[in-house]
């Protein structure tokens, strides 16, 4: 069982921190969430009070100012399914649509909810088990419930402390990312990160065969109990509001809008939150040793990844060719593709397009030459096995075959 947890102080006022809520007021007036302590308990208050335009300049400032210091990655574990589809059996089967490559399926007994917690088990498992979780978020678009939170199944499966919270962060892709944020920027304790994703689509959609199922989980922490691998340096992030990619609640699949569209607005977004990232970090493009690009859309990822300035030989395999996107999970993969090469002194970031754009900055340290994952995502990228196309569509639910000619067993 996992040290008992002593809660996070501050955690509410990260929350508010990190993404600050602004509601509108009369004439014009804006109001803001505002804490008041009241008998050593945080309690939060909506008071209102004029303001002038939005300070950029200070709100950046405070963003740097809270995500600084020794925190960063402690763990990572990632959860890849056993079972692979050969992208040519779809244009094989169908006459169109499919690919190169594979992408990685989940069973049709799991779930988000369930890799979720194997890619958790591997994070723990990986590093002292002495080490505390002092919070839970889950991260997903395919939760596998609406109104009960999944987070708690998985701090039930994991065996935390009844003290340690468990939130969900579910219904975009980019929930993960923030999640990762969040947890960056909590000035104490460590908090557990997992995203999981299944992602579908219509038969011989893009969606369909570039998508992938996993799960991935991060802890992060700021060395008071287990070692930082990886220190966060610097952060950047840019978002606009556009309708590129939506899913109406109820539906299975995506909707996407003209692929030049969302390129012609992700690609700035990207270069912007990019810059951002770099002069927080006081780096520059050159010195990044490995970066991950990805995102909802893949026209888009590719052209950006061209444009920041990146070494040829520093963009990591985004493990498209073999996984594919892996949606809300996709950053945890990247994260956890580019340590398990990593060095010590060496810079490695994650871009993330989705809905704006995200950039995080880490500076390998030390502690990664005695850091061991139990079970590393490239052996479980090279141990998949392959799925006919038509058992992929029955676990999908897209076609119904013949049950078993058995009787049902007694419940």
């Not at 899913?247 to 700035?268: A, H, N």
Request: net charge positive.
């Amino acid at each position: 069982m996992r040290t008992p947890s002593s809660g996070f102080p501050n955690e509410a006022a990260s929350l508010l921190a990190v993404s600050p809520r602004r509601i509108a007021a009369p004439c014009g007036e804006r109001s803001k969430w505002a804490a008041q302590p009241y008998c050593g308990v945080a309690k939060w208050k909506l008071s209102c009070a004029v303001v002038g335009p939005p300070r950029r300049a200070e709100a950046a400032s405070r963003r740097r100012s809270m995500i600084s210091g020794m925190r960063g990655i402690i763990s990572y574990g990632a959860y890849v399914p056993f079972r692979r589809l050969d992208r040519a059996d779809i244009s094989k089967f169908f006459g169109s649509g499919g690919g190169k490559g594979t992408r990685s399926v989940a069973s049709y007994d799991e779930d988000t909810t369930s890799m979720g917690v194997e890619a958790a088990r591997v994070a723990l498992r990986s590093i002292e088990p002495t080490t505390a979780v002092d919070a839970l978020w889950f991260a997903t678009t395919s939760p596998s419930y609406a109104d009960k939170t999944n987070a708690t199944t998985i701090h039930a499966a994991l065996r935390l402390d009844r003290n340690t919270p468990a939130f969900d962060m579910n219904g975009a892709v980019r929930s993960s990312v923030g999640a990762l944020r969040i947890a960056l920027a909590l000035g104490a304790g460590n908090a557990l990160v997992v995203a999981s994703d299944i992602r579908t689509g219509l038969p011989t959609s893009a969606d369909e065969a570039d998508g992938g199922d996993a799960a991935s989980a991060v802890i992060v922490g700021d060395g008071s109990s287990g070692a930082v691998i990886a220190e966060l340096i610097g952060s950047g992030s840019a978002t606009e509001e556009f309708t590129d990619r939506w899913r109406v609640p109820g539906q299975t699949r995506s909707k996407l809008w003209e692929e030049r569209f969302g390129e012609m607005v992700y690609v700035p977004l990207a270069i912007e939150a990019w810059n951002a990232a770099l002069k927080d970090a006081g780096v520059e493009a050159g010195q990044i040793d490995k970066a991950c690009v990805s995102g909802t859309h893949g026209r888009a990822v590719r052209v950006a990844a061209g444009k920041l300035g990146l070494k040829p030989e520093a963009l990591a395999d985004d493990l498209n060719a073999t996984v594919g996107n892996a949606g809300a999970a996709q950053v945890g993969l990247g994260l956890a593709r580019v340590l398990e090469d990593a060095k010590p002194g060496q810079l490695v970031a994650l871009a993330v397009l989705a809905d704006g754009a995200d950039v995080l900055i880490f500076r390998v340290t030390e502690a990664i030459t005695s850091f061991h994952s139990v079970r590393p995502l490239s052996t479980q990228i090279a141990n998949g096995g392959s799925l006919p196309y038509g058992k992929f569509l029955s676990w999908r639910g897209v076609v119904n075959v013949e049950p078993p000619r058995r009787p049902e067993p007694n419940r």
